[in-house]
């Protein structure tokens, strides 16, 4: 079982840009959801898919877009990249439920300069 | 208020030693209950579930008090490879929406 896999594990973007991050979930995974932790943070959830449609949002302005497709992997999209938009990402594959384990892919580290 | 808030240390023990953290939720709707363990620069993994009856894997112990809003967790017999920040995490909803603590970090030294 290959787990939760992330790609990139590193980006640097030049602020403005535009970012794509991608999550594979772990097999048997129905529902993706992606968080941001910055440094010394807790990690803050960003939106959830489950079914191909955003189910559950966070407070994150409408730059943060995602999608989720038929074999429930799944992107996150960042527009006009922000300095403060730099962050570990976090991408959470599980069953849907409030009782289900949640597993964590290794993350993309993403640094806007 | 955060909706889940933890003293986030660092405590510094010494091997060997008992360390207690604690926690705290604002939402009285949350469902479950999980610690998470999250190594420097890597991804959190799930330590253990906590319910309302406490719970015990090895060394590690979980409490959770509904009536105080309140999460423990404890560490007996404190090993160098326990030195990690610990995550305590609530989920409120019918999804599997998890709400993070800023995290305690934990250094064991010898």
């Known amino acids: 079982d290959a787990g939760v896999t992330q790609s990139p594990t590193h980006l640097i973007k030049t602020r403005g840009q535009q970012v794509t991050l991608r999550c594979s979930p772990k097999?048997?995974?129905?529902?993706v959801s992606w968080y941001q932790q910055a440094l010394g943070q807790g990690p803050q959830f960003i939106f959830q898919?489950?079914?191909?449609?955003?189910?559950q949002r966070g407070n994150f302005p409408d730059r943060f877009s995602g999608h989720q497709f038929p074999n429930y992997s799944s992107e996150l999209n960042v527009n006009a990249l922000l300095l403060g938009d730099s962050a570990l990402y976090l991408c959470?594959?599980?069953?849907?439920?409030?009782?289900?384990?949640?597993?964590f892919g290794q993350g993309t580290r993403l640094t806007v300069v | 208020r955060k909706e889940v808030e933890q003293d986030p240390g660092p405590f510094n023990v010494p091997e060997g030693a008992t360390v207690a953290f604690n926690c705290t939720y604002s939402?009285?709707?949350?469902?479950?209950f999980f610690w998470y363990r999250q190594d420097c620069r890597k991804e959190p993994k799930l330590l253990m579930s906590?319910?309302?009856s406490g719970n015990e894997d090895g060394r590690f112990t979980a409490q959770l008090n509904r009536a105080s809003q309140y999460i423990s967790l404890l560490i007996r017999d404190s090993k160098l490879s326990d030195s990690a920040t610990y995550l305590c995490?609530?989920?409120?909803?019918?999804?599997?929406?998890?709400?993070f603590g800023t995290g305690t970090r934990l250094q064991v030294t010898l």
């Open positions: 898919y489950y079914e191909e449609e955003e189910r």
């Open positions: 906590v319910y309302s």
């Open positions: 939402n009285s709707a949350s469902q479950s």
């Open positions: 995490v609530v989920n409120a909803g019918t999804a599997s929406k998890l709400t």
């Open positions: 097999s048997g995974h129905d529902t």
């Open positions: 959470a594959s599980s069953r849907l439920g409030p009782n289900t384990e949640a597993f």
